[in-house]
């Protein structure tokens, strides 16, 4: 998919070009083509799963073959295109296999063009930890990292669950408000959010404990996984 990026912040347009290859080494001889013919000179970028490593050593576990590489890499020096500043996982797949059948692959990556890079000098693409799925999700911040700010009200879905919830609900919507009818809404939407966030306390904080627990346990397991993705010692992950 080709798209034109405008920034609402004012920065520089630029396209950008999401992938998805092939399996198959020569079913995605018409995607380097068509890059190659799109070979924007404008700012461009291009992300995605391309289903192929660019070098021998972005695979651990089973050998890169030379024909494998060179039909990628021609088309990105072809495009001018070079990998974004990365961050976190090198290998951004692998096959959920344990020991010897360990596969590990750089398969994601995202790349930018001489002119991108002009306007987005600070871009930084990280790579975080894969949790479930066996692809690493990708994040790319253009601007420089800014911390701080209150962290928005999220809706737990297992808060029905609770035998109080409707009747907390309830008496905090039918508080009694004096204003306009945007003035009332908003005011009943905060008190519905306070009691909220005190059932969450009171009646779930143990839920969310071993979840939030067990969540870590996977994320330090599959750290410790890329960190030595050849060590067959590794024990399973037990959730």
């Known amino acids: 998919m080709h798209c034109h990026i405008t920034p609402v912040s004012g920065m520089p347009r630029f396209y950008c070009t999401f992938v998805y290859a092939f399996n198959e080494n020569s079913l995605r001889q018409v995607l380097w083509?068509?890059?190659?013919?799109?070979?924007?000179?404008?700012?461009?970028?291009?992300?995605?799963?391309?289903?192929?490593?660019?070098?021998?050593?972005?695979?651990?576990?089973?050998?890169?073959?030379?024909?494998?590489?060179?039909?990628?890499?021609?088309?990105?020096?072809?495009?001018?295109?070079e990998d974004v500043k990365c961050v976190g996982n090198l290998y951004t797949w692998n096959n959920k296999q344990q020991g010897a059948d360990k596969v590990f692959s750089k398969l994601d990556r995202i790349l930018g063009?001489?002119?991108?890079?002009?306007?987005?000098?600070?871009?930084?693409?990280?790579?975080?930890?894969?949790?479930?799925?066996?692809?690493?999700?990708?994040?790319?911040?253009?601007?420089?990292?800014?911390?701080?700010?209150?962290?928005?009200?999220?809706?737990?879905?297992?808060?029905?669950?609770?035998?109080?919830?409707?009747?907390?609900?309830?008496?905090?919507?039918?508080?009694?408000?004096?204003?306009?009818?945007?003035?009332?809404?908003?005011?009943?939407?905060?008190?519905?959010k306070g009691v909220l966030k005190d059932l969450n306390k009171t009646s779930f904080s143990d839920v969310q404990a071993a979840d939030l627990s067990a969540y870590h346990a996977m994320i330090a397991a599959q750290e410790a996984m890329h960190l030595a993705p050849t060590d067959h010692t590794l024990a399973d992950l037990e959730l």
């Open 33 to 81: 083509r068509d890059l190659v013919i799109l070979n924007v000179q404008s700012p461009w970028i291009i992300c995605g799963d391309f289903n192929c490593v660019m070098s021998v050593n972005e695979r651990i576990g089973a050998p890169v073959r030379h024909m494998e590489i060179v039909d990628i890499n021609n088309c990105m020096h072809g495009c001018g295109m």
């Open 113 to 192: 063009n001489a002119a991108w890079f002009d306007c987005y000098p600070s871009a930084e693409a990280c790579f975080h930890p894969e949790g479930h799925f066996d692809h690493s999700p990708s994040l790319l911040t253009v601007y420089p990292r800014v911390n701080g700010g209150r962290k928005p009200f999220k809706y737990f879905t297992m808060w029905k669950t609770s035998p109080r919830f409707n009747t907390i609900v309830t008496d905090a919507w039918n508080t009694p408000i004096n204003g306009s009818k945007m003035f009332c809404v908003v005011s009943k939407l905060k008190k519905v």
